[in-house]
């Protein structure tokens, strides 16, 4: 499984380590991303960090953006 280090987010001791995010795919692949103290995994087969991780990231990082 490839490991993806995060642009967006510090992800070495951060909370969500270990978390499991259920992602589903474009074509209704169901995908697993997980946080870990790397950065982060997904089950599908991309090489580069793939639009299930990123959006994962979204979702983590996006309601923060607007907070000041
Ligand atoms: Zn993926």
């Not at 992800?11 to 103290?37: C, I, L, Q």
Request: with cysteine; aromatic share 8%; glycine share 10%.
């Amino acid at each position: 499984m490839k490991k993806h280090e995060s642009d967006e987010i510090n992800t070495k001791g951060h909370p969500f380590v270990g978390v499991v995010w259920p992602v589903r795919g474009s074509k209704g692949d169901n995908y697993a991303v997980k946080m870990e103290n790397f950065g982060f995994t997904c089950t599908c087969v991309a090489y580069r960090k793939c639009k299930h991780i990123k959006s994962v990231e979204a979702g983590i990082c996006g309601p923060e953006l607007d907070v000041e």
